[in-house]
């Protein structure tokens, strides 16, 4: 190899790294990539090319450049480090524990590491341990906002609500995430209730959910609502929909038993990895990924039906959605939906599940105001928590 071709090799390593640290993780995976094609296998132009890529997002891409840069260089903690974000965000949870647990085996003041450890170890349902790692990393940099809100929800969990609240609170006065961190005191009934969960939130809960959303939700907390919703639409009788829109369809649960309902088929979900769940089902006509809201307002298709299953719990403003659904249904279109049950004594309640409950007669006004009629309203479990159904109110409107 020649002298012109290290240089050039080495000349994109040094760009590579003066775009990794302006913040353009694509530029800087580019220009290492380039690097690698000129001069392969050098163990620190893989490792910067795994960090690039797993903060670009590309996690799978990411992991064969840095199990190679481990293999020539075992103990580069740099790798492990990035190694274990790339497997977390992949699910593979153990794998990332391990990798974490060697960068504090050599480093055990890295307060970052111990977040992630934390992080994974909640995964695998070691709460106990997680909260000892998240305490730790605090203890190492009380300003860390991220433990203290990952604290703040396993004390929630634990039913530590008073240390939860202060965890959230102490979040925010480091720089956490004003809304998010909002969002989890109101629930504790510690502020005002937001309209909805942000939007941030959401996508992050089931896109790292996706995996394993429907055993967990089907076989341990048997979820009813698709089925239960579904046989309420075909109770309405032998009516056929030209166009049906599943809001917040999630991985699909509702799409098999709306399809031989459906001409045509919709599905709309803001988390990419449900969307990629409900697509493999193949029942789906249309899948996008927006906001509920923002799409009714937008889109000039009309429905015949629109559904949604267990959407409103993260949803507790519902007069934007009522008038988006009013002016997507056509004349005669069926409106479905499932809510979780609160007493009549208030509208809406942001619950320390983090989950909204909104009340029966709630829901009646709003149903009026938008010109629907109530077809059906039944009282029936959604699922069960904590070896107890949760209440839930199957609606079935029509225009």
């Excluded at 249904?329 to 479905?336: K, Q």
């Amino acid at each position: 190899m020649d002298d012109t071709t290290l240089e050039r090799a080495r000349a994109l390593f040094f760009d590579g790294n003066a775009c990794f640290a302006a913040g353009d993780f694509a530029g800087a995976a580019a220009r290492f990539e380039r690097s690698l094609e000129l001069v392969p296998g050098r163990a620190s132009t893989l490792a910067n090319l795994g960090a690039a890529r797993v903060r670009a997002g590309r996690h799978a891409e990411a992991i064969p450049a840095l199990e190679q840069a481990l293999a020539l260089e075992p103990d580069d903690l740099h790798s492990h480090s990035h190694l274990g974000l790339a497997y977390a965000a992949l699910g593979r949870h153990a794998d990332a524990l391990a990798c974490h647990d060697r960068v504090l085996a050599a480093e055990p003041e890295h307060a970052a590491s111990w977040l992630a450890r934390g992080e994974a170890l909640r995964f695998l349902e070691r709460h106990g341990d997680a909260l000892a790692a998240f305490e730790r990393a605090n203890a190492i940099d009380p300003t860390l906002a991220a433990a203290w809100t990952q604290r703040g929800s396993i004390l929630r969990d634990q039913g530590r609500l008073d240390d939860a609240r202060r965890a959230y609170e102490t979040a925010i006065a480091n720089g956490g995430n004003r809304e998010l961190n909002g969002y989890f005191l109101a629930a504790l009934a510690g502020g005002d209730i937001p309209p909805q969960a942000p939007a941030t939130y959401v996508t992050r809960f089931f896109d790292e959910y996706a995996g394993s959303f429907d055993a967990h939700l089907v076989e341990m907390l048997e979820y009813r609502a698709p089925a239960t919703l579904a046989a309420q639409i075909a109770a309405l009788g032998s009516r056929r929909f030209a166009s049906t829109l599943d809001l917040g369809c999630g991985t699909g649960l509702l799409g098999p038993l709306l399809r031989p309902l459906s001409d045509r088929l919709a599905g709309i979900d803001l988390s990419p990895a449900m969307l990629a769940q409900a697509e493999a089902r193949g029942v789906y006509d249309t899948l996008l990924r927006d906001d509920i809201v923002a799409h009714l307002r937008a889109s000039d298709v009309c429905h015949d039906l629109v559904v949604a299953a267990d959407v409103f719990i993260y949803v507790g403003e519902l007069e934007p959605v009522f008038a988006g659904v009013a002016r997507a249904l056509s004349a005669d279109g069926v409106f479905a939906f499932t809510a979780e049950a609160l007493a009549d004594e208030r509208d809406v309640a942001l619950l320390p599940s983090l989950r909204y409950a909104h009340s029966e007669r709630h829901l009646r006004e709003l149903a009026s105001r938008h010109g629907f009629t109530v077809t059906s309203l039944l009282r029936a479990p959604l699922r069960r928590e904590q070896q107890k159904d949760v209440e839930g109110l199957y609606v079935v409107l029509r225009r």
